[in-house]
């Protein structure tokens, strides 16, 4: 029967059936919100035992550390003590990566005081997969927009491009952190490249209009589609380890091994780092190029020449040393590789 010859009675009928759904739906949503007061309940309770198991660690430790041994038997036995209470420290900072952490100062700042803490491992997969294809997307704008500004030498472009920077970097501020508190070990060179990234592109958007700018845009338009390169470049590294380390944490003695993962991960580097370096010589001969404005050209007045190669310098710095470290690092094995999915 069609909708325009309805009679009330099927109305009513089919009024039935949805009040008899409706019951249902309000079940659903009973035990749903059951579940969540009781999931909040063991969330607290875990906290609870965690700091238990902390402070009675802690004072254990302090007690076997007075205790005077005198046989073997007890000499061994408090051996192996000390090392259960090692693996059960481990254990317990395990627990702890998979409850909510808390935000630190900056997310509470801009985030306000929410929960940031991603609940499951497929979850924060996903987020830093997101993260990856958001920088990614991004690059290529960035790429395009400042392509143009170069071929069309425009103030407008030159502005858009600025305020693009500004805007990206200060959110992957913002992305990173929440990353960090969901377990990611990034460095925290990375994060405060893109806060001084930041406050780089700012003091760009405030440079005047002039002779000492239009000496020095084509050059800093040229290192930002070199960066944006260096992006892709790196998403490719990044992705692969991405895969490659949720693979290990998922099928850990199949089709991907550590030694396979090792192997791919010094390919990967071998052929980006000759990219970076090029990259940081670059920030270098910025800050060069902008220091020798700012000290031998008498037109120059503008602040922000000193301030950028001040930044300029820094950031070479701090890449320079932070990227040098991280391969030391992982030459002598100081940084082990942590499965996804764990
Ligand atoms: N930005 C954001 N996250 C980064 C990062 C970066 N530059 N470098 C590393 N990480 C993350 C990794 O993804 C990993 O995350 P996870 O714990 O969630 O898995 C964690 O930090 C630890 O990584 P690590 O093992 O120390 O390094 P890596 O092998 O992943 O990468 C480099 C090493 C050198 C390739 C990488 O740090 C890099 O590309 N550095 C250069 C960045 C740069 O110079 N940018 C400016 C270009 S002009």
Known sequence: MSDN?????????????????????????????????????????????????????????????????????????RDDIVRQMDSRAAHVRDIRQSLPQPNGLYLNIVLGNINSTLLD????????????????????????????????????????????????????????????????????????LHFLTTILAGVMVVWPDGLIYNKFRVQFVCYICYSSFLQFLQYYYQYGCLYRLRALGERYDMDITIQGFHSWMWRGLGFLLPFLYFGYLFQFYNAYTLYNMYKYDPICVEWQVPVVAVLYFVIFLGNTMTTF????????GKSKVKPKLT
Do not use: P
């Open 325 to 332: 470290l991280v391969i030391h690092q992982k030459l002598t």
């Open 121 to 192: 491992s497929e979850q924060r997969f996903k987020y830093k997969e997101q993260y990856e294809m958001f920088k990614l997307v991004v690059t290529c704008v960035i790429l395009v927009v400042s392509a143009m500004d170069l071929i069309f030498q425009s103030r407008v472009c030159d502005a858009i491009l600025h305020f693009l920077l500004v805007w990206y970097h200060c959110t992957l501020t913002i992305r990173e952190s929440i990353l960090v508190v969901n377990g990611s070990r990034i460095k925290g060179w990375w994060r405060t």
């Open 5 to 77: 010859s309805a009679t009330i009675e099927t109305v009513r009928d089919e009024w039935k059936v949805l009040t008899d759904e409706y019951h249902t739906l309000e079940e659903s949503h009973k035990s749903y919100v059951n579940s969540i007061t009781e999931f909040t309940k063991l969330q607290n309770k875990c906290l609870k035992d965690i700091n238990h198991q902390k402070y009675r660690l802690s004072q254990l430790r302090q007690s076997i550390k007075k205790c005077t041994t005198t046989t073997d038997e007890e000499s061994q036995l």
